[in-house]
């Protein structure tokens, strides 16, 4: 893959237009991770190609240090540097080991407001070869119930890529 995205065109179907999305990036970022080592490159590159592609409010990883979840590569405004596990919408996917969708950040017992234009979050643990949650790839909208099944699946599919590179 190039230093550039190809993406499908919009149709106005919002549910259709991030699923051609997401089969389209899915392959041009495995592309492109699979000629890197580095894991701060992958996990940049591939916050920057998912801000790229769909216009995310924030997009960014939260990796497991030191007992709790640290701050790695992000896209957006700044965020959060540390976050406890079993705290926030982070921590919840990381202890409970499973992606979390959150329509409405008032609505979740907890949220961490890292910004208060934070209005949606979905948060997908990434898991090594292990088995162990590694990170979160966590993923926030300015709009109120902006993430479906939609994007559930297809950042669950982002979050695989990773794992063999962990």
């Not at 940049?44 to 497991?64: D, I, K, P, Q, S």
């Not at 119930?145 to 695989?160: I, K, Q």
Request: aromatic share 10%; proline share 5%; with cysteine.
């Amino acid at each position: 893959m190039a230093e550039t995205l190809t993406l499908p065109a919009a149709t106005g179907n919002r549910a259709f237009d991030r699923q051609a999305i997401y089969d389209s990036l899915i392959p041009q970022l495995d592309a492109l991770l699979s000629g890197e080592t580095d894991l701060t490159a992958n996990l940049a590159n591939t916050a920057a190609a998912l801000r790229e592609a769909f216009g995310f409010f924030w997009v960014g990883f939260y990796l497991a240090k030191e007992n709790q979840l640290v701050f790695g590569p992000f896209q957006g405004p700044i965020a959060c540097t540390r976050i406890q596990f079993n705290k926030g919408v982070c921590g919840a996917a990381y202890s409970r080991r499973e992606t979390i969708l959150v329509p409405d950040v008032e609505q979740f017992p907890g949220h961490i407001a890292c910004s208060s234009a934070s209005k949606s979050e979905v948060v997908v643990p990434v898991f090594d070869a292990s088995g162990h949650v590694a990170m979160v790839l966590d993923i926030d909208s300015d709009l109120v119930n902006d993430f479906d099944e939609t994007d559930v699946r297809g950042l669950e599919r982002v979050a695989a890529l990773l794992r063999p590179r962990l």
